[in-house]
């Protein structure tokens, strides 16, 4: 059964355009007034989907078309589709970028492209910029461009009169307040901020004076979208039935995506959090996953935390299994340096040390070939592991159809360990045998 319901996925030509923002506000200005929204994140990222939770008070899901799969994004749309009153779904880098681009999702789906444009340094090439995203890829489904980082009435002006053709959604003027902060891997956490709210209803107020932010349900109804219904899926094996999952889950451990949660838990595992940062012991269980995030921001707390060590320590001693990945993995070498050059002494689980770079170190898609199936997933890190135990050869990298070296596996008994970040749905059975142990 197709469902309608209003969608519009928030693009933009580059990354630093500002659609984060504009994403998360929208989502906010009509969360506020009672409607109910949905906020989804094209792409693999982590960090953009607290600021949009924040934003709809709802979980926020990644949708693409090769790490989650088309018909698994159909899916989750069209289950929040059923409950919602608008979907935003905010892009991925620049509209065209990456294989698959957030182009690709939106003409594969049918979503509408709003497109914002930081005009901050630009008048008449504005409008040039604008016909060409809309324009570039025939069919594109099209909502408008809304101008970002503005800097006076006369300035907007002058941007929408420099469009030939197109809907000019209006201009958000530019506001220091209206910015999110950032660091090295992206935005900081939501969490994090004790303002943060406030900063998101800052800046609904200001979307709110735009013919965007004017728009009521009646005229978001020209956004509406026909969601299929999917085919009906098997139950998951209950592969985890009876076993308790232990996984990291604090300021250092944050990186964890929503939906690999639901999918633990569909395979019958019961799901426990504990904190690394504040020390606490591994709780009962019957295998751990270690996330990623920022231990780096962490180092001097993290080894500190000998409780915590100790019942990890005792844990992979009993061959019970740990799944570590990216910041999961660096605190289990011995030693981490920090970008300003101090060096801690963590865990020691692992031999060798982690370094942090000023660059980045590795980005791209990725997936990690088990004997149970293939994960898909990404690789987006700063560091190096410097190491004397040989990787285990499992991982392809894939960009554009291209086979490569991908991250290194490391396996030390039940525990494994890589820069691969997995998306758990991509492959149930392979995520079930990791949280099994490497021989099952």
């Known amino acids: 059964m197709k469902r309608l319901c209003p969608a519009i996925l928030v693009a933009a030509p580059a990354s630093g355009q500002g659609k984060t923002t504009v994403a998360a506000a929208l989502a906010r200005l009509h969360a ?102 809309q324009h570039f890829r025939p069919g594109l489904p099209w909502a408008g461009v809304l101008a970002n980082r503005v800097a006076s009435e006369g300035h907007a002006k002058m941007l929408e009169d420099a469009l030939a053709g197109g809907a000019f ?85 944050c990186f964890i995506y929503p939906a690999n949660l639901d999918v633990l838990r569909s395979l019958g595992a019961e799901v426990v959090f504990f904190s690394p940062l504040s020390d606490e012991p591994l709780p009962a269980c019957d295998a751990a996953w270690l996330p990623g995030g920022y231990p780096e921001l962490h180092a001097a707390a993290l080894s500190r935390s000998a409780r915590c060590l100790s019942s990890l320590r005792a844990h992979v001693q009993a061959g019970r299994p740990v799944w570590a990945e990216c910041g999961g993995m660096m605190p289990l070498f011995e030693q ?23 660059r980045l170190a590795a980005l791209g898609p990725q997936q990690l070939t088990l004997p149970a199936g293939v994960l898909r997933g990404h690789t987006f890190h700063y560091s190096r592991c410097e190491s ?41 059975e392979a995520t079930a045998s990791l949280f099994l142990g490497p021989d099952r």
């Open 32 to 133: 506020r007034t009672g409607r109910r929204v949905r906020a989804f994140k094209c792409g693999p990222d982590f960090l953009d989907p607290h600021w949009l939770a924040l934003a709809s008070g709802q979980p926020v899901h990644n949708v693409d078309l090769w790490m989650t799969g088309e018909d698994d994004a159909r899916a989750r749309l069209h289950a929040a589709a059923l409950e919602s009153d608008l979907i935003v779904i905010e892009g991925v880098m620049g509209l065209f970028d990456g294989e698959p681009s957030a182009a690709d999702l939106a003409q594969r789906l049918g979503l509408p492209v709003l497109a914002v444009i930081d005009a901050s340094a630009m008048a008449g090439t504005f409008g040039a910029l604008a016909f060409g995203l």
């Open 169 to 253: 959604l209006g201009a958000v003027m530019r506001d220091p307040a209206f910015t999110l902060p950032e660091r090295h891997l992206g935005l900081a956490l939501a969490a994090e901020l004790p303002d943060a709210l406030s900063r998101l209803d800052t800046v609904a107020d200001a979307l709110a004076r735009t013919p965007l932010g004017a728009m009521d349900g009646a005229a978001l109804s020209r956004w509406a979208v026909p969601f299929d219904a999917p085919a009906p899926r098997a139950a998951l094996p209950p592969l985890l039935a009876g076993r308790t999952v232990a996984v990291a889950n604090d300021a250092a451990f």
């Open 336 to 358: 981490l340096t920090t970008s300003d050059g101090q060096t801690h002494a963590l865990w020691g689980l692992l031999p060798g040390r982690v370094v942090m770079q000023q």
């Open 388 to 428: 004397s135990m040989e990787p285990v050869d499992c991982t392809v990298s894939v960009r554009g159809g291209a086979r490569a070296r991908g991250e290194a596996v490391y396996r030390s008994g039940a525990l494994q360990a890589s820069y691969f970040h997995a998306w758990f749905a991509s492959s149930p």
